[in-house]
């Protein structure tokens, strides 16, 4: 008999909703079919056999939340199944090698702890949770330079005010107020609001704006989809262009696409760019990988096809995970230019707002132009103004000269 | 409540329990007509003559076995083996008579006895009377160990042990002889198993027993004083059956831990006190649990030898100042 319990399926996850069973009590199950779906803290993840067997109790019903470790259902030869039983199979599934050890996959965290991970020790690593200090931002003083609990509790004070935000808020005023209903959090919303705080505590944000006159880009990205259009192709967004005249921008000036690891720099060789979407009840980061290698029509169509499963909560974890830079645009609702916070690892995030028309002076004129406002938020402990603001610059060119971009 | 050595706290709970149950008698060489080695059954012979205290000649297997032969007839048997060195020769009757019987006569009869013996160096008495192997006895199921460290407790463990069902090795310690502390006017037997948190606090725990347990009381009052160090000591009274929840509740509070131990280090009952730390406490560890313990050699008879052979309070305070520095809480 094996008892299938609940998995870890990414670093951050504490715990997890079986969203819906595939399988029924008594069902023969294989190694390697789905049994469940698991909605994690960003996705939803099937849950696979580890052996053959028959399903023969579910412990935690569909729609339940249960943190990680929780047996969730018996896997077995069929006796104690409940229904009818289905013929016995050969063997019972060998050693209870429980689902737990499911390898998760590379975790949303990785840039920050490509390195080695960071030695600490058991106590600086349960308080750390406990906090919501990121290990790999903390310096350790103890022996070997290990983290040890004074480091942690260093970094936390550190860290003004509001410690572990998310997990142990302030106390809340008592709802006994019929005006008020209480909505739990869901765990997206939980995460975000865990790794945001943790930016915000710990990384020094710096903002640079500019003003991009994108009257040609709008021609251009016009013209380019009438082309794109006729020879049956999908077409592109303002959106697209920005990302990928990001990641072109990334490259020449690559000390923007960098992590900050406490006591060191991750360059990163490779662009990948999560694109911010926002969803029914949070905000996930699909990324687009190596965008700096793809077409404006191969990101076009990756970012439509993502954004869409993003919003069915179908997307997998590898595939919000590993960004370098983040880009968010709130130009569809008609923001004129805001400051977005930074994703965690990652180093900085530019916020697009709304092209809008402006009178502007050329050579003594009024004209008429298109105008774009994009702030750049960077974490000031790896990237230097300057250095944000030759990125930019760069950004602008490309911007303004849009057949740059695809060149 | 009256301040006495631990040998008087030995002696006088003898005495009582002869004088409550008949069924108690003493058992061992030299105990008798010569008021035993360390003089603690000084005038029993006198009180309760030959039939309840024997002396018998210097054949431990021979006076051991008749004690387990007694003690499963009904009797309670309190054996002094002369020093713990000498229980090697009876290493048969205790490891496969007195604590197998229960068991494998499928519970018809047990064997209430208990194994007084002394141990420990320091006395300057060669490597073979010197020894600390409690670890041989904690080792085997059926046995019960204890090794108290104060007065009070010899007496609260003696009575315990006596009224005991099963064999329980009671061990002393040479240099805990002459040691003085409060007792209280009424004892009550003390729970056999169960250690004692003989110091509350809050940055380390030390964790010891028998005369360790004393040498970390003194380290740790002393940590206090000088340092502002506030030590918790575990006084683990029973190494079997072994309290790894107080040992464990203690390192979850303080978040480290050092084990002094006066038995010699690779296999000692310290690693199997860091194996349950490890177990209970993993989470909660900021530093490796440190072990101080006597240096891995028959003990030399030289005096200095003997000295720096033997963990002490310097080499303890040594040990939980590098622990504090490992965590971050001595400068």
Same mark, same amino acid.
């Given at each position: 008999?094996?008892?299938?319990?609940?998995?870890?399926?990414?670093?951050?996850?504490?715990?997890?909703?079986?969203?819906?069973?595939?399988?029924? $009590?008594?069902?023969?199950?294989?190694?390697?079919? $789905?049994?469940?779906?698991?909605?994690?803290?960003?996705?939803?993840?099937?849950?696979?056999?580890?052996?053959?067997?028959?399903?023969?109790?579910?412990?935690?019903?569909?729609?339940?939340?249960?943190?990680?470790?929780?047996?969730?259902?018996?896997?077995?030869?069929?006796?104690?199944?409940?229904?009818?039983?289905?013929?016995?199979?050969?063997?019972?599934?060998?050693?209870?090698?429980?689902?737990?050890?499911?390898?998760?996959?590379?975790?949303p965290v990785?840039p920050a702890?490509?390195?080695?991970?960071?030695?600490?020790?058991?106590?600086?690593?349960?308080?750390?949770?406990?906090?919501?200090?990121?290990?790999?931002?903390?310096?350790?003083?103890?022996?070997?330079?290990?983290?040890?609990?004074?480091?942690?509790?260093?970094?936390?004070?550190?860290?003004?005010?509001?410690?572990?935000?998310?997990?142990?808020?302030?106390?809340?005023?008592?709802?006994?107020?019929?005006?008020?209903?209480?909505?739990?959090?869901?765990?997206?919303?939980?995460v975000t609001?865990k790794r945001l705080?943790e930016s915000k505590?710990?990384a020094?944000h710096?903002?640079?704006?500019?003003?991009?006159?994108?009257?040609?880009?709008?021609?251009?990205?016009?013209?380019?989809?009438?082309?794109?259009?006729?020879?049956?192709?999908?077409?592109?967004?303002?959106?697209?262009?920005?990302?990928?005249?990001?990641?072109?921008?990334?490259?020449?000036?690559?000390?923007?696409?960098?992590s900050?690891?406490?006591?060191?720099?991750?360059?990163?060789?490779?662009?990948h760019l999560g694109v911010a979407v926002?969803?029914?009840?949070?905000l996930v980061v699909p990324v687009?990988?190596?965008?700096?290698?793809?077409?404006?029509?191969?990101?076009?169509?990756?970012?439509?096809?993502?954004?869409?499963?993003?919003?069915?909560?179908?997307?997998?974890?590898?595939?919000m995970s590993g960004g370098t830079f983040s880009i968010s645009?709130?130009?569809?609702?008609?923001?004129?230019?805001?400051?977005a916070v930074i994703n965690p690892p990652e180093a900085a995030i530019l916020a697009?707002?709304?092209?809008?028309?402006?009178?502007?002076?050329?050579?003594?004129?009024?004209?008429?132009?298109?105008?774009?406002?994009?702030?750049?938020s960077a974490d000031?402990?790896?990237?230097?103004?300057?250095?944000?603001?030759?990125?930019?610059?760069?950004?602008?060119?490309?911007?303004?000269?849009?057949?740059?971009?695809?060149? | 409540?009256?301040?006495?050595?631990?040998?008087?706290?030995?002696?006088?709970?003898?005495?009582?329990?002869?004088?409550?149950?008949?069924?108690?008698?003493?058992?061992?060489?030299?105990?008798?007509?010569?008021?035993?080695?360390?003089?603690?059954?000084?005038?029993?012979?006198?009180?309760?003559?030959?039939?309840?205290?024997?002396?018998?000649?210097?054949?431990?297997?021979?006076?051991?076995?008749?004690?387990?032969?007694?003690?499963?007839?009904?009797?309670?048997?309190?054996?002094?083996?002369?020093?713990?060195?000498?229980?090697?020769?009876?290493?048969?009757?205790?490891?496969?008579?007195?604590?197998?019987?229960?068991?494998?006569?499928?519970?018809?009869?047990?064997?209430?006895?208990?194994?007084?013996?002394?141990?420990?160096?320091?006395?300057?008495?060669?490597?073979?009377?010197?020894?600390?192997?409690?670890?041989?006895?904690?080792?085997?199921?059926?046995?019960?160990?204890?090794?108290?460290?104060?007065?009070?407790?010899?007496?609260?463990?003696?009575?315990?042990?006596?009224?005991?069902?099963?064999?329980?090795?009671?061990?002393?310690?040479?240099?805990?002889?002459?040691?003085?502390?409060?007792?209280?006017?009424?004892?009550?037997?003390?729970?056999?198993?169960?250690?004692?948190?003989?110091?509350?606090?809050?940055?380390?725990?030390?964790?010891?027993?028998?005369?360790?347990?004393?040498?970390?009381?003194?380290?740790?009052?002393?940590?206090?004083?000088?340092?502002?160090?506030?030590?918790?000591?575990?006084?683990?009274?029973?190494?079997?059956?072994?309290?790894?929840?107080?040992?464990?509740?203690?390192?979850?509070?303080?978040?480290?831990?050092?084990?002094?131990?006066?038995?010699?280090?690779?296999?000692?009952?310290?690693?199997?006190?860091?194996?349950?730390?490890?177990?209970?406490?993993?989470?909660?560890?900021?530093?490796?649990?440190?072990?101080?313990?006597?240096?891995?050699?028959?003990?030399?008879?030289?005096?200095?030898?003997?000295?720096?052979?033997?963990?002490?309070?310097?080499?303890?305070?040594?040990?939980?100042?590098?622990?504090?520095?490992?965590?971050?809480?001595?400068?």
């Open positions: 008999m094996t008892e299938i319990q609940m998995p870890r399926l990414s670093d951050t996850m504490e715990e997890g909703v079986i969203s819906t069973w595939r399988k029924n $009590v008594g069902d023969q199950v294989s190694r390697g079919e $789905v049994m469940a779906e698991i909605e994690t803290d960003k996705a939803i993840m099937e849950l696979e056999a580890y052996d053959d067997g028959v399903l023969e109790k579910i412990l935690v019903e569909a729609g339940a939340t249960v943190p990680i470790g929780t047996p969730i259902a018996v896997l077995g030869d069929g006796s104690g199944a409940a229904a009818q039983a289905a013929p016995a199979p050969a063997a019972p599934a060998a050693p209870a090698e429980p689902a737990a050890s499911t390898p998760a996959p590379s975790a990785a702890e490509q390195g080695a991970k960071p030695k600490a020790s058991p106590l600086a690593k349960a308080v750390a949770r406990e906090k919501g200090v990121d290990l790999a931002t903390v310096q350790g003083t103890g022996p070997g330079g290990r983290i040890i609990r004074a480091d942690i509790e260093a970094a936390a004070a550190a860290a003004p005010s509001a410690p572990a935000a998310p997990a142990a808020p302030a106390a809340a005023p008592v709802v006994s107020n019929e005006d008020v209903e209480e909505v739990p959090l869901s765990n997206i919303r939980k609001a705080t505590q710990q020094p710096f903002y640079l704006t500019s003003a991009i006159d994108v009257t040609e880009l709008v021609a251009f990205r016009a013209n380019l989809n009438e082309r794109l259009q006729a020879a049956g192709g999908p077409k592109v967004s303002i959106n697209d262009l920005i990302v990928k005249a990001v990641a072109t921008a990334l490259r020449a000036n690559p000390a923007v696409n960098v900050f690891a406490g006591d060191k720099m991750l360059q990163h060789k490779r662009i926002a969803i029914e009840n949070g687009i990988r190596d965008a700096d290698r793809k077409s404006v029509s191969e990101i076009a169509a990756e970012s439509r096809e993502k954004a869409g499963r993003a919003r069915e909560g179908k997307l997998k974890l590898d595939e645009n709130l130009g569809m609702f008609g923001i004129e230019q805001f400051s697009v707002g709304a092209a809008r028309d402006e009178v502007q002076v050329r050579d003594g004129e009024f004209v008429a132009r298109k105008i774009l406002r994009v702030t750049l000031h402990r790896a990237v230097d103004g300057a250095v944000g603001a030759a990125f930019l610059q760069q950004l602008t060119g490309l911007l303004e000269d849009p057949i740059r971009i695809i060149a | 409540m009256a301040v006495i050595t631990y040998r008087q706290a030995l002696h006088d709970t003898l005495r009582e329990e002869m004088l409550r149950d008949e069924d108690v008698f003493l058992i061992g060489e030299e105990i008798g007509v010569f008021e035993g080695s360390y003089k603690i059954t000084a005038g029993l012979l006198k009180e309760f003559g030959e039939k309840r205290v024997r002396d018998t000649p210097i054949a431990e297997e021979g006076f051991v076995g008749a004690a387990v032969g007694a003690a499963m007839l009904g009797l309670r048997p309190v054996v002094e083996l002369m020093t713990i060195n000498f229980s090697l020769i009876a290493l048969d009757q205790i490891v496969n008579h007195a604590a197998k019987i229960y068991g494998m006569f499928g519970g018809q009869t047990s064997v209430p006895m208990v194994l007084r013996t002394p141990g420990g160096g320091g006395q300057q008495l060669g490597a073979t009377h010197s020894q600390n192997i409690e670890l041989y006895y904690a080792f085997v199921p059926g046995l019960k160990v204890v090794a108290p460290s104060t007065p009070a407790d010899a007496k609260a463990l003696l009575l315990a042990s006596i009224r005991d069902n099963d064999p329980v090795l009671f061990l002393e310690n040479l240099a805990l002889y002459n040691t003085k502390g409060e007792v209280p006017d009424v004892v009550e037997p003390a729970e056999i198993g169960k250690a004692k948190v003989s110091k509350p606090g809050t940055d380390i725990t030390i964790i010891g027993y028998s005369r360790m347990a004393m040498v970390a009381q003194q380290v740790a009052e002393q940590l206090q004083a000088d340092e502002g160090i506030n030590a918790e000591v575990v006084d683990l009274r029973s190494l079997r059956p072994l309290d790894r929840e107080t040992v464990v509740e203690s390192v979850r509070k303080t978040g480290c831990a050092v084990i002094a131990e006066d038995d010699w280090l690779t296999y000692g009952i310290g690693a199997e006190i860091a194996a349950s730390i490890s177990d209970g406490a993993f989470d909660y560890l900021d530093a490796p649990v440190r072990r101080v313990a006597a240096a891995e050699v028959p003990l030399p008879y030289a005096k200095p030898l003997e000295r720096a052979a033997l963990p002490s309070a310097e080499s303890l305070t040594t040990a939980v100042h590098q622990t504090l520095e490992a965590v971050g809480r001595r400068r």
